[in-house]
Structures are given as C-alpha cells and as structure tokens.
Nanobody
Framework: QVQLVESGGGLVQAGGSLRLSCAASESILRFNDMGWFRQTPGKQRELVALISSNNITDYTDSVKGRFTISRDNAKNTASLHLNSLKPEDTAVYYC?????????????WGQGTQVTVSS
C-alpha cells in the first residue's frame, strides 16, 4: 500500500511563494504520473500539475508560468513550487500518484495540505 504524505502548506500573502512536498512510502521509480490536485469547498477536485515518469510536465492553464512541478527519484518525493500566488489559489492541495504493480495500476492520494492566500 503506497502512502503519500504532503507538507509545506500554509498561509501566505498574495504574490508570495510556497513549496509543497510529497513524500512516498516507497521508491517512486515504478510510479507512472505523479501530480498535484486541489479542491475548494463545494467544488470538484481539479488537476493542477502532472509529471510523468520521464519528467514530462503538464499544468492547468491558470497556473502556467507560476507553478513548477518536479520529482526526485532518489528521495522518493515530488514537489510543487507555487510562485506569484493569488487568492484564487487557496485550496487543499493533494498529492497524487499512479502506480503500476505486477497485476494492476492504481491511483493513490495524500491526505491534503491547506494553502491559503490572503489578499
């Protein structure tokens, strides 16, 4: 059972920066995509950024040029750098991993970390 643990959320003023980290409980070498989603009350969870096993990245339009996703296979972590934050970036951010095993491919989620951007 893969566990993902996020850290790094918090309260920041508009225009500020944060770095979110996601630590996996095992080697991420067999992980396919890793990514970050976010969710606000009453809304569906939305994709923020994805990174593939060969480091191809994809971002939702609203964060392009401001957020950067990365993964470190040696440390079994994925990170999201959030720059030029806006109040509309306020949400719970969830780490995501798509993991292949011998018999299946499964999605895993972290418990979430709150990001609050004040105006």
């Amino acid at each position: 059972q893969v566990q993902l643990v996020e850290s790094g959320g918090g309260l920041v003023q508009a225009g500020g920066s944060l770095r979110l980290s996601c630590a996996a409980s095992e080697s991420i070498l067999r992980f396919n995509d890793m990514g970050w989603f976010r969710q606000t009350p009453g809304k569906q969870r939305e994709l923020v950024a994805l990174i593939s096993s060969n480091n191809i990245t994809d971002y939702t339009d609203s964060v392009k040029g401001r957020f950067t996703i990365s993964r470190d296979n040696a440390k079994n972590t994925a990170s999201l750098h959030l720059n030029s934050l806006k109040p509309e970036d306020t949400a719970v951010y969830y780490c995501y991993a798509n993991v292949a095993s011998s018999f299946s491919v499964r999605d895993y989620w972290g418990q979430g970390t709150q990001v609050t951007v004040s105006s």
